[in-house]
Structures are given as C-alpha cells and as structure tokens.
C-alpha cells in the first residue's frame, strides 16, 4: 500500500503556519521597516497552531475537514504545547516594560499577615 | 512622517539566464498588489508593495484569519516562485523593506552568501516527517493478562502487575525511539541534508525535515513508504508532509546596513 507516496495530502492550515514560523531568511539591517516583531509574530502564530477552536472558527474548510485534526493525539500534543507557549508568553512579558502589559500578570504572593497578639 | 509604504520580500531567486521567468500570472500578494522580481545580477528579490499600517495590524490585531491569510498568502507565493525556477530562498514571514533600492543593495551585499544557498537547494524541495503514537496504542502484555475479575486487585498482587504494566511500557518506548531513529536513518541517507523539524522540541518520537532533490524524491518515497509500514506494525504512525518550498534550509541572518 502506498498510504504515503501515492498522493501525498494537501497540507494543513496547522503544518503551513508550522512550517513557515521561524523559518527563512532573515535580514537585518536599515534597509528593513520593522514593521512586524518577529517575535510577537512567531508567538501569535504558535497561540494560533495551538487552539483548535480558533482554528475551526476560521471558517476555512480543507482545514476543518482534515481528520488529522481532529485526532486525540494531536490534541494532547496541542495542550502540551500550549503549556509551553505559556510559559514563553510570560517569559516576554517580562522583558517588557510593566506598563505595557495589559494582561495579569502572577505577582509573588503577599506575605501572609499574622497577628501576634 | 512615518513611511507608510513598504516592500514585503517573498524570496531570492536564481536565474542562470539573463532574463527573469515571470512567475505564474495572476499572483497577488499580501496585499492584494501585484508581485514583482527585482534583479540584480543573476539574482531576483521577489517583492509586492505592502501598506504598512495594514500589516502592522494584521500582526497586532486579534483576527486569526488575518494572521493565516498573510502566512498562506507568503506561502502561495513562495510556491509561485518554485514553480518559475529551480532556485529559491524563502524568507522569513513578515520580512519588509524600504523600497527597491534597498532591495538591491540586499542582493548586491549578500550576494555571496544568496548563491551559496541558492546553490544548496538548487532543484530541491522539502518534506517533513512526523513519528508518533497512533490513537488506539497496542495493548500491553501484562495488561491483556490481567483478567476482569483479578484486576480489582489485592495488593501485592496488583501492585506486581502495576509494576510489570509499568516496565512493559517502557520498554515499548525505548523500542519505539530505536525503530524511530532507524527510520531517520533510513529516509537521511536518500535526502540531501536534515533539519529539526518544527515539533522535534517535544511529544512526538521524530520531527525531522528533509532537503531532498526532485530526482531523488521517488526513491525517497519509498523509503518513506516501507518505513510507515514497519511503524504500522509497532503501534506508531509516520505523518509525511509536503513538498514545501526549503524553508528550513536557508542562510539564518543576513544583515545589510547602509
């Protein structure tokens, strides 16, 4: 059987944002109008791959209609990732300026008040 | 006064001719603007004119499908390219420059290095393999043993088969990452070169890319072929994708000051 070779599957929405996240030549310099962060958009993207529902109300068929998607395997992996992605969203908040976050961050917790009467 | 017009770069391309081969027809770009190849000795910038607040709020804004248009839209036109001529480097999603002259003097500055990797993947295309569990994990030995009525388990007994259930899945997985390697091992040698692929940091056994040339892709096929039925067979299930355009096969960081 040639599952594989025969004609290989239009790739998904899923695998086109994989593959070209963070991949390709990058140029630095003047010449370049620093119009997109890369790495806000490398983020965005991995946000985007990693939720399912996001995905599915993007209204784009070839991409609902892939069963691969909708495997339990590749929902595990998607929640493994996202955990990751969590932690490397607060990893670049914190590089940001305080108030430029809009988002909660976790504070450490306040000391716990005791009374010593 | 901010620009607010830009150049968004696709690709560098390679010509051995002197003229440029027009990329299929109606092509349009990010924008919807026509896509464009700028020249410069053998080498071409293929670039569309880009509104820069646009894409600055397609990164910034919260619709996805603006994200997902711009990254399809990117790849559309890379495949374009791909199919105009045999050499191309894809760039990095979201690249944009100041104009024409700016492309220029990418290309006459990093002339060097663009050919090189032009040379590299030069009638080549990527593909990406994936190896992992299948939805429905072959049952282990001691769990198929342990009968309906000695599962609720007195004690010893049912921590010795927690125990046995335990090192039987380990040793799966270590057979699993073997047969996996060997696969990798297998599909390398008919490839020109590999790369991490974009999952290879966790969850699954192999995420691997492969730089393969176009006559060598039946070969490579196969390979692929007999490898996802040995896989089959020990409860794993290989995931081919492509052809892509050699995105993870380029020249990293090319910097061009003026």
Redesign the interface.
């Known amino acids: 059987m040639t599952a594989y070779s025969a004609k290989p599957r239009p790739d998904t929405l899923g695998d086109l944002l994989e593959r070209v996240l963070d991949r390709g030549v990058v140029i630095v310099g003047d010449i370049v109008v620093n119009v997109v962060d890369v790495e806000l958009l490398t983020l965005k993207v991995r946000l985007l791959i990693a939720s399912v529902d996001t995905a599915k109300s993007m209204g784009i068929d070839w991409w609902t209609n892939d069963p691969f998607l909708n495997s339990g395997a590749r929902r595990d992996q998607l929640q493994a990732e996202n955990e990751e992605l969590r932690a490397r969203v607060e990893a670049l908040e914190g590089r940001l300026p305080t108030d430029a976050i809009d988002t909660p961050r976790r504070s450490p917790a306040a000391p716990e008040r005791r009374s010593v009467e | 006064m901010t ?1 607010q017009r ?1 150049l968004y ?1 696709y690709a ?1 391309v390679g010509f051995d001719t002197s003229a440029s081969p027009a990329l299929a027809g109606d092509i349009l770009g990010v924008d919807d603007t026509a896509v464009a190849t700028i020249e410069q000795d053998g080498l071409g910038a293929v670039v569309s004119e880009v509104d ?1 607040e646009q ?2 709020a397609v ?1 910034d804004g919260a619709e ?2 603006l ?2 248009g711009l ?2 839209r ?2 559309a036109v890379v495949l374009a390219a791909m199919d105009a001529v045999d050499r191309v ?10 104009g024409p002259d ?1 492309a220029r ?2 290309l006459d500055r990093r002339a060097g290095e663009l050919s090189d ?1 032009l040379r590299e993947v030069d009638a080549c295309r990527e593909w ?1 393999i994936t190896i ?4 429905d994990a072959i049952p282990t030995a001691a769990a198929a043993e342990g009968g309906a009525g000695s599962d609720v388990g007195v004690g010893t007994a049912y921590l010795r088969r927690r125990r046995e259930q335990i090192d039987e899945a380990q040793r799966r997985r270590a057979a699993q990452a073997d047969v996996a390697a060997a696969v990798a091992d297998a599909v390398r040698a008919t490839a020109v070169r590999a790369a991490p692929g ?2 290879s ?4 056994l192999l995420d691997e890319s492969y730089l393969v040339r176009r006559g060598s892709e ?1 070969r490579f ?2 390979v ?2 007999d490898c ?2 040995q896989l089959r067979e020990r409860g794993l ?8 355009p050699p ?2 096969f ?9």
């Open positions: 620009q830009g770069l560098v820069l894409l600055a990164v996805p499908d994200l997902t990254a399809q990117h790849h480097l894809p760039l990095r999603l979201g690249t944009v420059l100041t700016a003097q990418f990797g990406g992992g569990q299948t939805d974009p999952r940091a966790g969850g699954v039946d096929l196969t692929v072929d996802g039925s299930r290989l995931r081919l994708t492509g052809p892509w995105y993870s380029v020249p990293s960081t090319l910097r061009v000051v003026t």
